[in-house]
């Protein structure tokens, strides 16, 4: 599976991005999907996933309320809606792809495939 991410880019606390993921190489009705990201000198972070079907969606505490994870599995993509963007949420957003399609894990281990990551930085 290939996934390459995008949608990143510069904006300023308030506002709003969406990031795309799209996925080739596989069915990608099987797969469940998830968005993670990594800002400077911190640890890889969990930010949100979606079951096969888009029926289940799970969300870090931090941006629930402000983010939406949804799919279109007609155009083999995943996205992410972020708004009320805050400078905390500047990183580099890597979206994953889980063959267990149900599975809505916030476990990085459990992502087989996963995107080159596309930056966001939210300036104050």
């Known amino acids: 599976v290939q996934l390459q991410a995008s949608g990143g880019g510069l904006v300023q606390a308030g506002g709003s991005l969406r990031l795309s993921c799209a996925a080739s190489g596989r069915t990608f009705s099987s797969l469940a999907m998830a968005w993670f990201r990594q800002a400077p000198g911190k640890e890889r972070e969990f930010v949100s996933a979606?079951?096969?079907?888009?029926?289940?969606?799970g969300y870090a505490d931090s941006v629930k309320g402000r983010f939406t994870i949804s799919r279109d599995n007609a155009k083999n993509t995943v996205y992410l809606q972020m708004n009320s963007l805050k400078p905390e949420d500047t990183a580099v957003y890597y979206c994953?792809?889980?063959?267990?399609?149900?599975?809505?894990?916030?476990?990085?281990?459990?992502?087989?495939?996963w995107g080159q990551g596309t930056l966001v930085t939210v300036s104050s």
């Open positions: 979606i079951s096969w079907s888009g029926g289940s969606t």
């Open positions: 994953a792809a889980d063959r267990t399609p149900w599975r809505l894990t916030r476990s990085s281990y459990d992502y087989e495939y």
